[in-house]
């Protein structure tokens, strides 16, 4: 492989991994401040694609770049509607009960959400380019990228990253997420109420889940089952990471985007097995991930 | 005494029995179980021909039903997939005792239900799986495919890649990657290394079934820059597949194939550029050259895209062969039964062999040896037409099925290997839109 192939494996490797960190990072959020493995992350995912995708086509019309806010917004609502509903309705009932009760409840929200969208967007592929045509191609050593996803995207991602960094470490909000997350028990011991610390949390990792959606909606089509594909996907980034670890998510995805490209130039038959063999790889090495720690459980 | 009471007892018995085969008494309606995906990505496929399913035994019975007799349906969706799909299938024949059934979209679920149906002796048509080697490996009697398989279907897309584009040097291939994805790409360059043993193949990609990005495949594309890029992905992957290859200027840079791309044609609608080789997997295109006059033709194409928003694709034609093919079987075995009502064996035996007309393309043979549809090809490459808000075929080619399908009897991949470059001289008649 030349540098010029290497060039070009590195940017669609970068490419890929910011739009796989959006979608897992929620996920790894979620589960390291509530320990519930959301299984109806991917449906979220494909919720947020297919709301910014409808909401991309309506407002089109009147003026492309109305087609950008309609991303954010499409990420907002179905974060605070179907996030919030997931949390309030059906995860907080089984707060302190066995884990297999959330995972199960969760499970069942992916099926049922699984087929509200059929029902609501039908089976027929869904395309929503717009937000991606607004912007202009590059050439790199003459082969032609969408500035779309070589540059918003990871720009995005890095964002998100710092941001969310940010904001847990250095906000009083992000103290008090940290607090529950370390002991929620101490936490709530000193006026923090726990209850709405969860909600929140949960609502900004649905989000973030459909941001994942809603930034890949314009590149790819919508279709029925795209959520089972991504939550495969997130599990794999998330445990590989350290499930609660943002750094490890961002990192593990970095990994798996720039493996998967240049297995995609040196040997594409092994292109599928790329996340999964780095997640078997880190864990036989690290079992609670590359970022994760040995927890203390409390008898 | 004893002897002649013994013998008119049994001519007794004989006469009644022949008399309950000979004159059975109409049933109250032909169930039809179908098989087809109602879940997951091949609903594209799947959904569409329920409808068209519907639509035409609404049709049937309103015209008097088959024989006198109403059809009524009931569907399994095959995205349940594995035990769930047999299990239904089974109950389906068992409990609500289906006349026929017709299965299946996925060459998967096929190769499942096919000694299913073999073994509870229920006549099957498969309807729209395409993998040639389910007909290859045994001789089967109930069970008969009502269209084409794999390799007409590749070969036809070659044949008029050789045609029209003979001086190609380099090829790559991009195909989702499971059985069908890998099984149609065996039968191409297979075809390709016997008729133009010259060409180089840069770059066989197998993407992941489902992938939602392929920019790493377009960039590899784009520094290899092959003549021809070969596809036979569907539904959501190849719209993914050409929207992408589109922004980055590689459906510009080379000349790609579209396969099975006829019934994606409607949804790419203006990002699909022109020149693109699109085959049909059969005999049918919605304004088929051959057809496009015809009043009943168009009749059912306006009430398919007044039903469900959109002109019919393949998967609706290929269920409406299977109905065609149904009816053709019922007639000739009533007829062959001197106008009373068959029995299921006879049926059975009256479906071997058939041809029928199917009203939208040219006639399906199911040839006798091995059950296999012997169904015409039609190619095309796309053209914008005023009128039109997606790209229609032009410069269309029907290729002869008695030609392009492997003779009974021999694996399709040994007969491949014996083609030579004069195979591609043969005379094939070309339709303008």
């Not at chain 1, 490419?15 to 991917?42: P, T, W």
């Not at chain 1, 909600?199 to 900004?204: A, E, G, K, P, S």
Request: one cysteine or more; glycine letters at 8%; aromatic letters at 10%.
């Amino acid at each position: 492989m030349n540098t010029t192939l290497a060039t070009l494996a590195v940017l669609d490797g970068i490419s890929y991994a910011a739009l796989v960190f959006l979608v897992s990072v929620g996920l790894s959020l979620i589960f390291g401040v509530l320990r519930v493995v959301n299984v109806a992350h991917g449906s979220l995912y494909a919720f947020g694609a297919y709301l910014a995708a409808t909401l991309s086509l309506a407002v089109a019309p009147i003026s492309p770049w109305l087609t950008y806010p309609a991303l954010i917004v499409a990420s907002i609502a179905i974060g605070v509607i179907c996030g919030g509903f997931i949390e309030r309705f059906l995860l907080r009932p089984l707060y302190g009960r066995d884990d297999v009760l959330q995972l199960l409840i969760t499970f069942a929200a992916f099926m049922i959400m699984d087929n509200l969208q059929r029902l609501i967007w039908g089976v027929q592929p869904i395309f929503a380019a717009e937000p991606l045509k607004l912007l202009p191609n590059i050439s790199v050593f003459g082969v032609a990228y969408t500035s779309y996803q070589v540059i918003l995207l990871p720009l995005v991602a890095l964002l998100t990253l710092l941001g969310l960094r940010y904001f847990l470490r250095r906000t009083l909000a992000g103290a008090v997420i940290l607090a529950v997350t370390e002991d929620r028990e101490a936490s709530t011991a000193i006026g923090i109420d726990a209850k709405k610390v969860y909600f929140v949390t949960f609502v900004i990792g649905a989000s973030f889940a459909a941001l994942g959606g809603a930034l890949a909606s314009p590149t790819t089509s919508l279709v029925p089952g795209m959520g089972a594909d991504m939550i495969v996907l997130s599990f794999a980034v998330a445990a590989t990471a350290g499930l609660g670890q943002i750094e490890g998510t961002a990192l593990t995805a970095l990994m798996i985007g720039l493996t998967r490209a240049f297995i995609i130039y040196i040997q594409p038959e092994f292109e599928v097995l790329v996340p999964y063999l780095l997640m078997v790889l880190v864990l036989l090495v690290r079992p609670f991930g590359l970022f994760g720690a040995v927890q203390v459980r409390k008898i | 005494m004893k002897f002649l009471k013994t013998a008119l007892a049994a001519t007794a018995a004989t006469v009644l029995f022949a008399g309950s085969a000979l004159a059975q008494g109409k049933p109250a309606e032909i169930k039809v179980g179908i098989t087809t995906f109602l879940s997951g990505p091949a609903s594209v496929f799947g959904v569409p021909a329920k409808a068209a399913a519907e639509m035409i035994a609404e049709d049937l019975n309103k015209k008097g039903g088959i024989g006198g007799v109403p059809v009524k349906l009931s569907f399994v969706d095959e995205g349940a997939g594995g035990e769930a799909l047999v299990s239904n299938y089974r109950r389906m024949v068992q409990d609500d005792k289906v006349d026929a059934t017709f299965a299946s979209i996925s060459s998967g679920s096929c190769n499942q239900l096919v000694p299913v149906a073999e073994d509870l002796k229920v006549m099957n048509f498969m309807w729209d799986c395409g993998a040639a080697s389910i007909l290859e490996t045994k001789k089967y009697r109930y069970n008969f495919r009502t269209q084409a398989n794999g390799t007409p279907e590749m070969l036809a897309v070659l044949l008029y890649l050789l045609k029209t584009k003979p001086n190609f040097k380099t090829i790559a291939v991009v195909n989702q990657d499971y059985a069908w994805g890998r099984e149609s790409w065996e039968i191409f360059s297979t075809a390709l290394k016997a008729m133009k043993p010259d060409v180089q193949v840069v770059a066989e990609l197998f993407p992941k079934f489902g992938a939602p990005d392929y920019s790493t495949e377009v960039s590899r594309l784009l520094a290899l820059r092959p003549d021809v890029v070969f596809t036979t992905s569907w539904g959501g992957d190849l719209d993914t597949l050409v929207r992408q290859s589109g922004q980055r200027g590689l459906l510009q840079q080379s000349t790609f194939i579209l396969a099975i791309g006829e019934s994606s044609i409607q949804r790419l609608g203006k990002d699909l550029p022109e020149g693109l080789i699109v085959g049909a997997r059969g005999d049918h295109w919605f304004l088929h050259p051959e057809k496009k006059g015809d009043a009943a033709f168009k009749a059912f194409n306006e009430a398919f895209k007044a039903k469900t928003g959109a002109w019919p694709i393949y998967p609706v034609y290929h269920m409406a062969q299977a109905f065609a093919a149904l009816q053709t079987a019922y007639d000739k075995a009533i007829k062959a039964n001197g106008g009373n009502w068959p029995t299921r064996e006879q049926v059975v035996d009256a479906t071997a062999g058939i041809e029928f007309a199917t009203g939208f393309g040219r006639p399906v043979t199911l040839r006798p040896e091995d059950n296999q549809g012997l169904e015409a090809q039609l190619v095309g490459v796309t053209k914008t037409v005023p009128g039109y808000d997606f790209k229609l075929l032009d410069n269309m080619m029907i290729f002869d099925p008695k030609v392009i399908t492997n003779p009974a009897g021999i694996r399709s991949v040994e007969w491949l290997k014996t083609l030579k470059p004069e195979f591609v001289k043969m005379d094939v008649p070309t339709f303008k839109q």
